[in-house]
């Protein structure tokens, strides 16, 4: 995946008018949205999660920790063969 695939990708899927800020590392990217002035007065901002663009495709979503402690995180479990964070891309199969 291409970081412009994974820009699409994830624009799609949130579905927002605000810039999507990429932050490239070793197994993708991190995501965030940029939220507008009136936005982040009103609150927004707080709370505000994450998403990680795996390489492979697949798209989980985080908490608002910062960046950097996400991405290393998520680069931890993906050398140990997990997956960190909820999946939301693409949607994972409904257990019994």
């Given at each position: 995946?291409?970081?412009?695939?994974?820009l699409?990708?994830?624009?799609?899927?949130?579905?927002?008018?605000?810039?999507?800020v990429?932050?490239?590392?070793?197994f993708?990217?991190?995501?965030?949205?940029?939220?507008?002035?009136?936005?982040?007065?009103?609150?927004?901002?707080?709370?505000?999660?994450?998403?990680?663009?795996?390489?492979?495709?697949?798209?989980?979503?985080?908490?608002?920790?910062?960046?950097?402690?996400?991405?290393?995180?998520?680069?931890?479990?993906?050398?140990?063969?997990?997956?960190?964070?909820?999946?939301?891309?693409?949607?994972?199969?409904?257990?019994?």
């Amino acid at each position: 995946m291409t970081e412009d695939e994974a820009l699409t990708l994830i624009s799609q899927l949130l579905g927002t008018r605000n810039p999507i800020v990429l932050r490239e590392f070793e197994f993708g990217w991190l995501a965030r949205e940029r939220l507008s002035v009136p936005e982040r007065a009103s609150g927004m901002h707080v709370g505000q999660g994450s998403y990680i663009i795996d390489r492979t495709g697949v798209i989980t979503v985080h908490s608002s920790l910062p960046p950097r402690r996400i991405m290393e995180e998520y680069a931890q479990a993906r050398r140990e063969g997990r997956i960190k964070g909820r999946q939301v891309w693409p949607e994972p199969e409904p257990t019994a």
